[in-house]
């Protein structure tokens, strides 16, 4: 069974923090992905990696960046956090196409 | 690119009835997959069903099966004999065959289904 698990299922933070958002998958997956979840907007991917060291932006990076230094390990940086960042961030790995994505339980923030 | 549109942000059925769910899509592609992802209230988000665009025939898993237009660019879902654990949001998303995408999804806004006993 896959397993990808992210660090907390809530955190609170306050504006101008630094925040880290962990993401670790258990089945050797090349590719992992974070997505921001809104109401009304669905998920939009911030950023992905498709091999260790390796990153591409998504359609929403401004104000995120990612490491993955690691394969099973994928993370999410908010450089100085701000309220528009408060959001459900979900972590996704796969294998590739044709592959389906595995989603964690994803990471409820709040940034006060 | 590519852009997912659910139209319906709430939807309700009674138990055992069946629901369709709508989404349409809008590509230049010709090779890509469909899905549908269900979120249950504070669970993980799992696939329920897939659909290869080269394929004309209708995916199916069980109760769940999709209608899928090509030239339309619409992809519902429908599903049957409704469960109280069908209660979900559900995503519809969309990801090219090919290329660089490394299986990059775009998502639909969501719907949340209400299964009433």
Redesign the interface.
């Known amino acids: 069974d896959v397993k990808v698990t992210q660090s907390s299922r809530y955190l609170v933070k306050r504006t101008g923090e630094k925040v880290f958002l962990e993401c670790v998958q258990d089945m050797d997956h090349e590719n992992m992905f974070w997505y921001r979840q809104d109401p009304g907007l669905g998920l939009r991917l911030i950023y992905f990696s498709y091999d260790v060291k390796m990153k591409e932006k998504g359609d929403i990076p401004e104000g995120y960046s990612v490491s993955r230094e690691k394969k099973e390990r994928f993370s999410l940086i908010l450089e100085s956090a701000s309220t528009n960042q408060t959001s459900m961030y979900l972590c996704a790995s796969s294998l590739g196409i044709p592959h389906e994505q595995y989603f964690g339980p994803g990471t409820r923030l709040t940034v006060t | 690119a590519q852009t ?1 549109t ?1 139209s319906q ?1 709430e939807m309700s059925v009674q138990e055992a009835e069946t629901v369709t769910l709508s989404c349409t899509y809008d590509t230049s592609e010709s090779d890509y ?1 469909l ?1 549908w ?1 269900k979120q249950p209230p504070s ?5 329920v069903i ?1 659909q ?1 665009a080269y394929k004309q025939q209708n995916a199916t898993e069980n109760r769940f099966s999709v209608n899928f237009q090509k030239a339309a660019k619409s992809f519902s879902l429908k599903i049957s004999d409704s469960q109280l654990g069908d209660a979900a949001m559900y ?1 519809c998303a969309y ?4 290329g660089t ?10 719907t949340i289904l209400t299964v009433h006993p």
């Open positions: 997912v659910q942000p997959y899905f992802y669970r993980q988000m799992i696939l897939r290869e995503f990801r090219n065959a090919g995408s490394y299986g990059k999804l775009t998502f639909g806004q969501g």
